[in-house]
């Protein structure tokens, strides 16, 4: 299991930088979630959290192949 913590730190590094970072992209996305309407957040903060979400579904389809 702990070979999985480390690709998923890698993960977050090479894509976000840092943990803190994907977690900060997340919360945005959460919050989207709530009040996405028109002219509240600019397109590319809504194609960003899209981008994270789809990395973190890949990243969990292909550990769940490896289990």
Do not use: C, H
């Not at 977690?23 to 957040?41: H, P, Q, R, S, W």
Request: glycine share 6%.
């Amino acid at each position: 299991m702990s070979q999985k913590k480390d690709e998923l730190k890698e993960f977050m590094k090479d894509s976000y930088g840092s943990p803190a970072e994907l977690a900060k992209i997340l919360d945005l996305g959460v919050v989207m979630l709530f009040y996405l309407e028109e002219n509240t957040f600019s397109r590319r903060e809504v194609q960003s959290v899209v981008e994270v979400l789809k990395g973190i579904g890949e990243w969990l389809r292909e550990t769940s192949n490896e289990l």
